[in-house]
């Protein structure tokens, strides 16, 4: 009987020196295994932004191999991916192309005409997912730039729409940055003029 009891305390006294040590090691075992989680994710993550900000070299790569006698300028926004502007000249005809690297997409093609002291537009397509998120104004001020290192002293060009809603949407837009905006009664065109200033 004496020896039960005393083999019972025994037991309880292990239990009670074992138990918590035990513990001790499980939690040092369960941080291990979230500390190694964690290492993973963040391994993942980085692994994924290298491979992205890889991609992003490859497109602008591309870019300047295809578009090689051309003027570059990266524009970089604060909470916002970098865009890539490229201004070509030929002749007497300029392109202005804005990429954004991040998503690998051209999202804004214009072509202007010089035509005497003149910087006519013939045409501006921004993509509608970028379209009201001042791209127009950030291409307006690089082609005004341009126009006024090139001696030019006016920007002019003829604008219209599908839609009455947009074109008096362009019709502000140009207006907000400076030009003069006679909208063709009756129809959905309008035509734009703006007096560069000499540097």
Not at 2 to 18: E, N, P, R, T
């Amino acid at each position: 009987m004496y020896s039960k009891i005393y083999f019972m305390k025994i037991i309880y006294s292990i239990q009670q020196w074992l138990f918590p040590v035990i513990n001790r090691q499980q939690c040092e075992i369960d941080k291990l295994g979230q500390s190694l989680k964690d290492t993973s994710r963040m391994y993942n993550e980085q692994l994924a932004k290298s491979r992205a900000l890889q991609a992003e070299l490859e497109y602008i790569y591309s870019i300047f191999l295809h578009r090689n006698r051309c003027c570059y300028q990266l524009h970089v926004f604060p909470r916002q991916s970098p865009l890539l502007l490229t201004v070509g000249h030929k002749s007497n005809w300029m392109n202005f192309i804005l990429y954004t690297p991040y998503d690998q997409q051209e999202i804004a093609n214009l072509y202007f005409r010089v035509e005497a002291t003149d910087l006519v537009l013939e045409e501006m397509q921004v993509a509608p997912l970028y379209q009201n998120q001042q791209i127009g104004g950030l291409l307006m001020q690089e082609i005004i730039s341009e126009a006024k290192a090139m001696g030019l002293q006016r920007l002019t060009g003829i604008f219209g729409s599908k839609e009455r809603e947009h074109l008096g949407e362009l019709a502000r837009f140009y207006e907000e940055m400076g030009f003069e905006v006679r909208v063709t009664s009756g129809s959905l065109s309008g035509k734009i003029t703006k007096a560069i200033a000499p540097r």
